[in-house]
């Protein structure tokens, strides 16, 4: 989890020290606090950007009172900025949170875990104000989709009609603590981008960093997933803006229970099917279906995908994206003639797809010689085993002090040499900054949105082989949509059917892209692009318009 900047305007050096240790007691979430006595140096600090939150007291050396929190508001308008003062003056305290101030605390009267509180409460309501739609994720899937449909001369009124979701739900939803006087107040959401192909299906992610711009992308990108696989599906997403490492199991629970009873009239197997997606997991979608079925009144398995087997979900669901990628890396190092028993392969992520993605890659004799979670890289030119890197992480939470192997960052990782980048992380790791560095054969999305427009033109000057994330990780809503045939006919699959059913499903639209790209002399993440917003236009344009 990134880090927020904390600047505190403060010339008393007792209560500095005093205001650095309460916020160095929170667990969940890191504070990096920078310190100034005068405001004059503290507006030049805010010059210099990258501040989440202001600090402000009100008697300082050069200014005083609500002239202090005018000239910082002034300063830097979107940055949010809590007052913390020794004044105890009610009408002081009134006009200052009139003028925008997220809170005003009374130095005397708080302590560690309100400040903490207060803090985070006033990024994210900044954060709610100001970056909702304004999303870089969100401006990356619009520019990726009017690039297709320039390209392809989509019909005017379609384009204008799929550029935002039909749908959108944003809810403040509270949930208890485990000290049961504290109540949490959180952002969720979810969005149904496309409502012509049958219901909508997409994932549910918790992350600090979710908003409607994101979920919006990720919705509008699954449309078009699920239309290059052929799925019956129209594209959603959904998420939860908090940071599920900080929450305890019970806490978790009742997140998931109040965020599904917010959401409960969009979601149902025939409307709108859940699924996990980061920081969810098969557990999480158990407590949807219960919550859901206990609405009304029997057991609903189909409500959700992605679920425990044992509740109806399916065979390798688990595994499915990860597995889906490797399949499709076959398919392109086979039109690239890449010899996978030869090759090296970097995997950013040790999640969930980027772990599986490791294993199924080391199992063709490829060799992993990087992998990355979100605490730290580990290289090893020789080789890593990817059992003893999933062992590891199992009995310490993180790659941190893995011995076998020299310690990179992220984005260091990303630049080493190797046949096979497989960015299986965050959205714009590869970016106009770097993609010169970028030193792959074939570059495997694994997540959502990791390369910028800017990168993907570079990297197709260069030759490297994009496997683009419509494509590379469409098989986990592929199984999903198994699960869920399973779940309405009450017919089990057998593994072996699954992956038989997933591998042809995944080769037919990876061979269909290809066509396409070389057909128009196009990359191939605007050929897959093209290939999904067609078969969408079309059945829009067949079901016209109503009334």
Known sequence: MKPFLVLMIEDSAVDAVVIRGMLSKVQA??????SVKTLADGISRLDRGGVDVVLLDLTLPDSQGLESFQRVVKAAP????????????????????????????????????????TVRYAIQHVEAEHAEWDSPMFRLAQQQFMKAAQIMNLDDNVRERLLFPQRTLVVTLPFRRDEYSEVENVFGYRVQHLLTAGPTKGGIRYHEDVSLGEVSALAMWMSWKCALMHLPFGGAKGGVRIDPTGVSRHELQRLTRRYTSEIIGMIG?????????????EQVMA???DTYSQQVGYAVPTVVTGKPVVLGGSLGRREATGRGLVYLVEEAAGHIGLDLKHATAVVQGFGNVGSNAAR??????????AVSDVSTGVYNPRGLSVTALAEYVDQNGTLIGYPDGEAVSNQEMLELP?????????????TGDNVERIQCKLLAEGANGPTTLEADEVLHERGVFVLPDILGNAGGVT?????????????????????SRLHRILTDAFQRTMRRAQRDQIDVRTAALIEGIQRVAEAKLVRGLFP
Request: proline residues 5%; hydrophobic residues 45%; glycine residues 6%.
């Open 29 to 34: 979430t890191r504070f990096n606090v920078e």
């Open 78 to 117: 979107h940055v949010p900025v809590v007052v913390l003062t020794g004044t105890d003056d009610l009408t002081m305290a009134a006009t200052a949170v009139e003028e925008g101030a997220q809170a005003y605390l009374v130095k005397g009267k708080i302590d560690a875990r309100k400040l903490i509180r």
């Open 269 to 281: 197997p025939d409307k709108d099917i859940p699924a996990p997606d980061m920081g969810t997991n």
């Open 287 to 289: 407590w949807i279906m």
């Open 360 to 369: 199924f890659l080391e199992e063709l004799g490829t060799r992993i010689v």
């Open 418 to 430: 190797c046949d096979i980048l497989v960015p299986a992380a965050l959205q714009n790791q590869i």
């Open 479 to 499: 199984v999903s949509y198994f699960e869920w045939v399973q779940g309405t006919q009450n017919y089990m699959w057998s593994l072996e059917e699954i992956n």
